[in-house]
C-alpha cells in the first residue's frame, strides 16, 4: 500500500518585481505520508508560506512556480469498493480550473494565520461553511447546515445551534479560529495546511487550538503540514519537521532528533532561541534572536546562505560553495559542509 500522499521535488516558486527576482522558494524537498505531521518551521520570510501556497497552487502574483514537482497521491475507491491511489501532478494543472479548485477544500484545506483572511464579514459562520460543504458535497442546504453545526460541535463550538448563526465579528479570535477549522475539516481533506494558525492568539487560546488539532488528527487520521516559526509548538505536534532557510530546506528530522541532535548550525540557533522553563529572568534576555538578519531575498549570499550569520563558518568554504543535501544518518538530512554522507 502507497503510503505517500504528498511529493514536493526540486520546487522553486520566485517572485518577479522592479527590485529583482526574490527567490523565495528555491530547490525544496519533503515529503508527506498519509496521517502525518510535518512541522515546516524557519524564520519569518524563509519561504514557509510561499511553500504552502504553492502546494495548494494559490501563490499571488507576480510569484510563479518556476521548477519542480508536486505530486499528490489522492486514494480513490473503485467500483468494487477497493482503494486505488491517483497520482495528479499538480504543478502541471491549471491553478483555476475545475480540477485544483475541487482538490481545493476536498483533498488540501488551509488554515491560515489570520481567521478574517478566509471569512467574510458579511455572512453567518454557519452560511459560510454550509457553503463549503455545498460544494464539494451533493446535499440539501438543510443537510448542509445539520453537518455545520455537527462540524462547530467537533471543534469544541460552545451552544453550535445558536452559534451557527453569528457573524465573524460577533466572536472572539479563538472562536473564529474554530470556525475556520470546522470549515477547513468540513470535507475532510487528506491534507491539514495549517499556517501559523495560533500566531494571532493569545496563549490559553493557542493551548486549546493546538490540543484540538491534535485530537482531530487522531479522530479524522488525517495529515497535516504545521507551519511554524515556533519551535515549542513543533514539539507539540509534529512527527517530522523541516527546517527552513532563505528558501531552502537545510535539515529534515523525526522531532526527537531535531531537538536532541540538530546537526545545522542553524537548526542549533534556532533551538538556542527558545525559552526554557525555569530560565533565569536574565538569561532569558540574553536569549539571543539569532546573531544578524535575514539577509534581503533579492541578494542570497554566495556559498551557503546562512553563512554570514553562521558561528561554524570555515572561511574560504562557506562562502564559495554551496553545500549539498545529504542523508547524514537514515531519515535525517542536512545541507551544511561539516557532515559527509
Ligand atoms: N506577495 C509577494 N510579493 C512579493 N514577494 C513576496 C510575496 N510573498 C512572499 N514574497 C517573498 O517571499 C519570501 C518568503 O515569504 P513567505 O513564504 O511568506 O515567508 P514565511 O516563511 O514568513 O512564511 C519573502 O521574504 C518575500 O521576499
Ligand atoms: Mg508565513
Known amino acids: 500500500m502507497d503510503n505517500t500522499l504528498l511529493e514536493v521535488k526540486n520546487l522553486k516558486t520566485y517572485f518577479f518585481l522592479d527590485e529583482g527576482t526574490a527567490r523565495a522558494v528555491d530547490g525544496v524537498d519533503f515529503e508527506i505520508k498519509r496521517g502525518q505531521t510535518l512541522g515546516i518551521v524557519g524564520e519569518s520570510g524563509c519561504g514557509k508560506s510561499v511553500t504552502a501556497r504553492s502546494v495548494l497552487r494559490i501563490v499571488p502574483k507576480p510569484g510563479r512556480i518556476v521548477e519542480g514537482e508536486i505530486t499528490l497521491h489522492r486514494l480513490v475507491a473503485k467500483q468494487d469498493g477497493s482503494k486505488m491511489t491517483d497520482l495528479i501532478r499538480l504543478t502541471e494543472v491549471d491553478p483555476m480550473g475545475s480540477l485544483m479548485r475541487g482538490l481545493r477544500g476536498s483533498e488540501m484545506a488551509l488554515v491560515p494565520q489570520e481567521p478574517m483572511a478566509s471569512l467574510s464579514p458579511v455572512h453567518t459562520i454557519g452560511d459560510q461553511i ?6 464539494h458535497q451533493k446535499v440539501s442546504k438543510a443537510e448542509a447546515r445539520a453537518k455545520t453545526i455537527q ?6 463550538f460552545p451552544r453550535p445551534k445558536q452559534r451557527v448563526d453569528a457573524y465573524p465579528y460577533q466572536l472572539s479570535g479563538g ?3 474554530r470556525a475556520v477549522i470546522a470549515m477547513a475539516l468540513s470535507c475532510h481533506p487528506s491534507l491539514l ?27 479524522l487520521g488525517m495529515a497535516i503540514m504545521y507551519i511554524t516559526h515556533n519551535l515549542g509548538v513543533v514539539a507539540q505536534m509534529t512527527e517530522r519537521v523541516i527546517v527552513m532557510y532563505m528558501g531552502k530546506v537545510v535539515e529534515e528530522a523525526n522531532v526527537d532528533t531535531i531537538f536532541h541532535n540538530p546537526l545545522h548550525p542553524y537548526t542549533s540557533a534556532l533551538l538556542r532561541s527558545i525559552p526554557r522553563l525555569g530560565m533565569k529572568a536574565r538569561e532569558r534576555q540574553r536569549l539571543a534572536s539569532i546573531r544578524g538578519t535575514v539577509p534581503d531575498p533579492y541578494a542570497i549570499p554566495k556559498g551557503c546562505s546562512f553563512h554570514p550569520r553562521c558561528d561554524k563558518k570555515i572561511r574560504g568554504v562557506c562562502d564559495q560553495q554551496e553545500p549539498t543535501y545529504i542523508e547524514v544518518e537514515p531519515g535525517h538530512k542536512a545541507r551544511c559542509v561539516l557532515y559527509k554522507q
Open 193 to 219: 495546511i495549517a499556517d501559523e494558525p495560533t500566531t494571532a492568539l493569545d496563549v490559553t487560546t493557542e493551548a486549546q487550538i493546538l490540543k484540538l488539532m491534535r485530537s482531530l488528527q487522531q479522530e
Open 175 to 177: 472562536l473564529r479560529q
Open 130 to 135: 454550509g457553503e463549503a460543504i455545498r460544494l
Open 151 to 156: 462540524m462547530l460541535e467537533l471543534v469544541g
